[in-house]
């Protein structure tokens, strides 16, 4: 492929890049992929697995808008569970262990397939900015790319500084160098770089680790794939294991507190809270006697073992020795020690929604240089950035998911409207108002449409939505007109099922209401399903069983529709906004919100502020139109 | 294409009409101080200077009530009043902007001229409301605490100001607050196990969770219950006086009235139409109503008077079913008993220094509450009590009552969340639901203090209020 007439350049080929790449390819563009590792394409640099509550969701979206992180792992997945089976339809999440090899090794090659991708190593240095518009980038070999727009998604990567103790070490991740002249130069373009930490566990010698004493933590039996266009789990699966901290453990790390680069001053940036280091853990939480350790695999042709759990920055000798005061782990050997990395970010207010820099025209950025955490979040972003660039570059508008539309679409707002507040964003169900709309089971309901539309998906893919929404319709169909009638056999169907008999004709739909009946159910009163009922209607029997849950959300989605829809136009100048609090003033002017509702959620911001700014609107407008008469 | 909103200066008369000694006229916005100025005059007769008003400091000044009124003193005005000053530079005043108080001497006309001069140097007249809505939107008062000012401008009886003025002072806002604080804290409960699936949790989460739902479901719902109190303390009630012809209604009116309002006389059936006057019980601004005697009479304006006593009765917040003490009762009476037996009544026993026409204990008539006689106006104090505690129910909220039936509303819907959220939590149900149910509970609160549909509630609420606050 020749590396001009290139409509994007994307810079890091993490999952954000490699999903704003395919997502850029697929509709059409020509795409040049930097990235300053080939060898490292689609690394996950801390645990081994794809998905969780919250991010099984973000995959279940990045697939039904055409992405390719739930294939990836559909394809090299080793242990697959669902999580929360019992709490709730909305909250249950489809969670992986990876083989990471694997995974990049695939990742790899489905760029290297992919006609009018182009995929080449080269450490992006520099932007070309043409007056307010970024034009191309430069490595630091001197090669100039130009584009019609640039995707950067450099990860961990700028000015990346690794902890260990008292050691320091510059690097994006281990094993990798880390960029130094670019956020310099983000910096000097005016956007706000900011700075966080996060870290990662050591990893252990599986061989050394005595798995017959631990805790089992088997996979589902048969586990449901990612992706709507998976056949079927292809690797030889395996367990993870259990284990616990001792009170050794605890005093170890309390006697060499001082020694974890967290603990000693060295790092000024705060940790995740919802991912704390061990340290983290016994300072804060003294009174628990034990903390979990999940034992995740890393593949299955290394021995390598994710300590899950144990993440920390204390010296290599510390954490060798804390690694034996755990049972199972006497006589572990670490063969990689975990470490704390500070990065720069640029504060995603910064940024619009289609993840473009407000300052910066065609510069787009996903991953975690906008703050987040994670292998999902980073794709999901990737994915629209990736989306929105080749759209700028079209001069099509950009696509924008509702917060009831999507998780994408609440962690978009959120990064932009309230930023991340200190410590890298991670996705969580509660982010979400209307949770019960944007559930794992009904990603392709709410976002097929919208994928086939706008060129996400390919032909047979789009058909196979568009079949799989017409076999549901058609089901609902069938339900609606099926009579259940209260024959001897019926009732006692329904009470071997603890399910109340019935006196008069019941649509099978209103019994599939009752929160103990299910498709096995209506099949044994001799309705007849298709086969395929519970692999890939769960959507209809969830949205019959919460239906007035689901409206309730509806009704609010659509109220809080009202405030997003009310735009707060350039003219407005927050800053001077009479009626408003200095400090209101300041919180809005850094969040920048473009809509009521976005003013509305970001943080300090009250709902005065909030009336205020309607009242300006309200009398504003009023003014206009009479001004105009 | 008027001046941006709240960029102009606003004024008006802050004190009741009428004959105080003392009126204050407030001027609020961003050119209050310099509108004082031009129409304030040092007592020596020159301009205040630069430095002459000082922020929370009161001083005398001098004000010219006719004629130019120039700060510089030339065309020195014919009729001068010496007023006090209060000036207090944003944002610690009600409004949160520059506000200045001038204190003038009562009645109908100084005020009025004050206003004038006001005006005419600059401001203008504040729109009904308007310095609270502008006290809101500054965010110097929540919705809650706003809405409590209209409350307290309109109470008519000290008890409901009293009880108004607690949540001027931020009481019910404080509350809420707490309360949505506890629901967070429930709420973070129900989603720690959600977002965290794999984790170690706390055994006793769910029963945690369970207890703090029931507490305070419990406390919300009496607060939500005081509305019919509050309703009662705010707006006033209205109580109607029922019985048989001659029972002594008109007199018992009277007396309550403490002056002869009502015509008493021998013959039954005096009264033909119904009469009302408001009279304070225990706090509450009553509408007492007389009424024409109800019995099964030829003539028919009489019976149209019934009807519509017993209709009266039917809407009354209470109704005083009186039975003359002096007579057995008859049919009518025990018609009366039997009509009004689903309404909120007292029975009271009338002509209680008569000798008594029937035992208290006679069957099928009900309980008597109070024996009263408007002759030698005994038992009054007592009938003021009985009424007072059927218009006001005993709450448990530390005095707190509801004085707004949106809030009243807000707040049952946020117990009834928080009751179906302990229900699906004992079924051993979707954790998830509960999460949402707490989470409307929120909304719920959230409502009363004005955290969401801001836009909608902003109109209600601040027509509603009186000019000066
Ligand atoms: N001794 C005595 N006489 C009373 C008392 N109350 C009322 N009366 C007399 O009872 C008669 C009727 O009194 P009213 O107050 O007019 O009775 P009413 O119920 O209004 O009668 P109508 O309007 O005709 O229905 C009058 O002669 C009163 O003087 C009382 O407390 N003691
Ligand atoms: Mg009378």
């Known amino acids: 492929m020749l590396m001009n007439n290139l409509d994007v350049i994307v810079v890091g080929a993490g999952h954000a890049g490699i999903e704003a790449a395919l997502a850029a390819v697929r509709l059409g563009a020509r795409v040049l992929l930097l990235t300053s590792n080939l060898d490292h394409v689609g690394q996950m640099s801390c645990n081994p697995a794809i998905g969780g509550v919250g991010k099984g ?119 990798d160098l880390a960029s130094r002249g670019l956020s310099a130069h983000l910096e000097a373009l005016g956007l706000p770089v900011g700075r966080l930490k996060t870290g990662t566990c050591p990893r252990l010698d599986g061989r050394t680790i005595d798995f017959s004493r631990l805790e089992v933590q088997p996979g589902d039996l048969s586990p449901t794939p990612f992706s709507f266009r998976s056949a079927g789990l292809t690797q030889r699966q395996v367990p993870c294991h259990i284990t616990w901290t001792t009170s050794q453990t ?82 572990a050997e670490i ?69 009831a539309e999507a998780y994408i679409g609440v962690m978009i707002d959120d990064l932009v409207s309230r930023g991340v507040g200190g410590e890298p964003y991670r996705m969580f169900t509660s982010r979400a108002e209307h949770r019960l709309l944007l559930r794992e089971d009904n990603a392709h309901a709410r976002l097929g449409g919208l994928a086939t539309e706008i060129g996400l998906l390919d032909e047979p893919l789009a058909r196979a939505v568009e079949a799989r929404a017409q076999e549901a319709a058609s089901l609902r169909a069938l339900l609606q007109s099926t009579l259940i009638r209260p024959a001897d056999e019926t009732n006692q169907a329904l009470t071997e099922r603890a399910s109340s008999p019935i006196r008069q004709p019941v649509r099978a739909i209103d019994l599939l209401r009752r929160p103990e009946a299910d498709w096995a159910l209506l099949r ?87 009336a205020t700014i309607a009242l300006h609107l309200r009398r504003r407008a009023g003014e206009r139109s009479r001004g105009g008469a | ?98 506000v200045v108080e001038i204190q003038c001497h009562g009645g109908g006309t100084v005020p009025r001229l004050v206003l004038e001069q006001c005006l005419a140097a600059g401001a203008r007249v504040a729109r009904a409301g308007e310095f609270t809505e502008r006290a809101f939107l500054n965010g110097r008062l929540d919705l809650a605490r706003a809405e409590a000012v209209a409350a307290l401008i309109e109470a008519r009886t000290t008890e409901a100001a009293h009880a108004a003025a607690r949540q001027v002072a931020g009481e019910l806002s404080q509350r809420l607050t707490a309360w949505r604080l506890d629901l967070l804290d429930a709420r973070s409960l129900a989603e720690v196990s959600l977002d965290f699936a794999d984790e170690e949790l706390p055994l006793t989460l769910e029963s945690d969770l369970r207890d703090r739902l029931d507490a305070l479901k419990l406390a919300i719902s009496a607060l939500a219950a005081t509305w019919e109190s509050g309703r009662r303390l705010r707006d006033g009630a209205t109580v109607v006086l029922l019985g048989a ?108 220094d008569l000798a008594p026409g029937w035992a208290p204990t006679e069957g099928a008539l009900p309980q008597v ?76 609160l959230d409502e009363i203090l004005g955290q969401c549909d801001v836009e909608d509630l902003l109109d209600r609420i601040f027509s509603r209020f009186c000019v000066g606050k």
């Not at chain 1, 700028?158 to 094993?175: F, K, T």
């Not at chain 1, 910066?360 to 989306?387: K, P």
């Not at chain 1, 529709?561 to 919180?587: K, M, N, Q």
């Not at chain 2, 009762?329 to 909120?344: H, Q, W």
């Open chain 1, 250 to 331: 605890h005093a170890l790390i309390a006697r060499n507190l001082e020694r974890s680069a967290m603990y000693s001053g060295r790092i000024k940036s705060r940790g995740p809270r919802y991912c704390p280091s061990i340290e983290d853990k016994i300072v804060r939480f003294p009174d628990r006697e034990r903390h979990q350790i999940f034992l995740e695999p890393e593949g299955l042709e290394t021995v390598e073992i994710y300590p899950n759990g144990l993440s920390t920055s204390l010296p290599v000798d510390v954490q060798a020795a804390m690694v034996r005061t755990i049972p199972g782990l006497e006589q």
């Open chain 1, 57 to 175: 969701h973000l995959v279940k979206e990045i697939d039904a808008l055409g992405g390719e992180m739930g294939l990836a792992i559909d394809e090299t997945g080793i242990q697959f569970r669902t999580l929360n089976t019992r709490k709730g339809p909305a909250v249950r999440a489809s969670r992986a262990q990876a083989d990471k090899a694997l995974y990049r090794q695939r990742m790899k090659s489905r760029l290297e397939r992919t006609p009018g991708l182009g995929l080449r190593q080269g450490m992006v240095e520099q932007l070309l900015v043409a007056g307010r518009r970024v034009v191309g980038v430069v490595t630091e070999t001197g090669e100039r790319y130009e584009a019609g727009a640039t995707v950067l998604t450099t990860g961990t990567f700028l000015r990346g500084l690794m902890h260990i103790g008292d050691a320091q070490m510059p690097g994006g991740r281990a094993g």
């Open chain 2, 245 to 352: 012809p001659n029972a002594g209604k008109s007199s018992l009116f009277n007396a309550l009235l403490g002056r002869p309002r009502a015509i008493v006389a021998a013959d039954p059936g005096t009264t033909r139409d119904w009469i009302e006057e408001e009279v304070a019980i225990a706090g509450v601004a009553v509408l007492l109503r007389d009424t024409a005697g109800v019995r099964t009479a030829e003539e028919a304006v009489e019976q149209a008077g019934i009807r519509a006593a017993l209709e009266l009765a039917r809407g009354a917040d209470l109704t005083l079913l009186l039975l003359d003490g002096s007579r057995a009762p008859d049919d009518d009476d025990r018609r009366l008993v039997e009509a009004t037996r689903d309404l909120r009544r007292l029975v009271v026993r009338t002509k209680a």
């Open chain 1, 524 to 610: 044994t009163l001799g309705v007849e399903l298709p086969t395929d009922v519970e692999s890939h209607h769960l959507s209809v029997l969830l949205d019959l069983k919460y239906a007035g849950y689901v409206d309730r959300q509806r009704v609010l989605a659509d109220q809080v529709a009202g405030l997003d829809a009310t735009l707060i136009p350039a003219w407005l100048d927050l800053s001077t906004l009479p009626g408003l609090s200095a400090e209101v003033r300041e919180r809005l002017t850094g969040a920048r919100p473009s809509t009521l509702g976005q003013a509305a959620r970001a943080p300090g911001i009250t709902p005065a502020a909030v």
């Open chain 2, 1 to 98: 294409m008027g001046a941006p909103y709240l960029a102009d200066t606003i004024a008006a008369i802050a004190t009741a009409p009428g004959a105080g000694a003392v009126a204050i006229v407030r001027l609020s916005g961003p050119d209050a101080f310099a509108v004082a100025r031009r129409v304030l005059r040092s007592n020596a007769g020159g301009s205040l200077g630069a430095d002459g008003l000082e922020s929370h400091r009161a001083r005398l000044a001098r004000l010219g009530l006719s004629g130019r009124t120039s700060g510089d003193g030339r065309d020195a005005p014919d009729v001068v009043d010496e007023v006090l000053v209060l000036p207090m530079r944003k944002p610690r005043s009600y409004t949160g902007e520059d």
């Open chain 2, 369 to 444: 509450a109070v024996a009263v006689s408007a002759v030698e106006e005994s038992g009054l104090a007592e009938l003021r009590a009985q009424v007072a505690g059927k218009l006001l129910r005993q709450t448990d909220t530390d005095g707190l009552v509801v004085l707004h039936e949106r809030h009243a509303i807000a707040l049952a819907r946020a117990a009834s969340h928080l009751d179906e959220a302990g229900t699906i939590l004992r079924s051993g149900h979707d954790l998830e639901i509960v999460a949402l149910e707490i989470g409307a509970a929120m909304a719920a």
């Open chain 1, 335 to 403: 063969v990689r020690p975990g470490y704390a990395i500070e990065y720069d970010f640029v504060d995603p207010r910064a940024l619009h929604s289609s993840l473009e820099c407000r300052t910066l025209e065609r510069l787009f950025l996903a991953g975690q240089i906008n703050g987040t955490t994670g292998y999902e979040e980073a794709a999901a972003l990737g994915l629209m950035a990736g989306l929105n660039a080749t759209r700028a570059v079209r001069a099509e508008p950009p696509v924008v998911l509702g917060r």
